[in-house]
């Protein structure tokens, strides 16, 4: 079935350091891809989206990379701060309203 | 302005009890979700609400899951005879429209217990 996962549980990076968080999907009909970033004891929170068109899009201090040829997604995070450490899951959508979510992996950064 | 808000933050129950869980959308959304998150995993999709109706109810486990939003704003998930196995985290979600150009609106969850 469909499916969105990530290969990496955890990752534990030193504060300052980029990180790159990657999640692999199935679903080769899947058009826009979301990454979302948890907070202990909080919803979901948007960091940043890229379609199906497009094999990179920057943001503040992150960017999220896409190659459709291995079905892969990947969010860089450049100069790693505290504030980042949380769970962060891959979203993907087929141009409904449903969005397929991976297991999440959990980025720790160390002081 | 106000973001998603659900209550109670935690709900603690005894196998076999009923519960509800509220979910107060950002204002103006019509669009409404329903998820349930596991320990570890990724939020699934329950029900999602297009004004007061029930548009897809295709992710509710079974019939003692129950949503309604009799008026296009608040919604009310309803359990009937809760198991251990509905012990989980439930998060709603509000978008201004359906599709993958609205983004979806997360509030804080609820935090179900089932002893």
């Known amino acids: 079935g469909e499916s969105v996962g990530l290969h990496l549980p955890t990752l534990s990076v030193q504060e300052g350091d980029n990180s790159i968080i990657n999640c692999a999907y199935s679903?080769?009909?899947?058009?826009?891809f979301i990454w979302y970033k948890q907070e202990s004891g909080k919803g979901p929170q948007f960091i940043i989206d890229i379609r199906s068109n497009m094999d990179k899009r920057q943001g503040q201090r992150v960017t999220v990379l896409l190659n459709k040829t291995v079905k892969h997604l990947s969010l860089q995070i450049a100069a790693t701060q505290p504030g980042d450490s949380a769970v962060y899951f891959c979203a993907e959508n087929s141009g409904t309203y449903k969005y397929i979510f991976g297991t999440g992996t959990r980025l720790k950064v160390l002081a | 302005g106000a973001g998603v808000s659900q209550t109670p933050s935690n709900k603690v129950t005894e196998k076999g009890k009923y519960v509800e869980l509220r979910c107060d959308p950002i204002?103006?959304?019509?669009?409404l979700y329903w998820y349930r998150q596991s320990l570890g995993q990724g939020p699934e999709f329950l029900i999602y609400?297009?004004?007061?109706?029930?548009?897809?109810d295709s992710g509710l486990p079974n019939d003692r899951f129950f949503a309604v939003r009799p008026e296009g704003s608040v919604s009310t998930l309803k359990i009937q005879r809760t198991e251990r196995g509905d012990s989980a985290v439930y998060l709603c979600?509000?978008?201004?429209?359906?599709?993958?150009?609205?983004?979806?609106?997360f509030g804080p969850g609820t935090r179900l217990t089932v002893l």
């Open positions: 204002s103006g959304h019509t669009a």
């Open positions: 609400f297009q004004g007061t109706g029930a548009a897809d």
């Open positions: 979600a509000s978008s201004l429209g359906q599709g993958s150009n609205n983004e979806q609106f």
């Open positions: 679903n080769s009909a899947s058009d826009y």
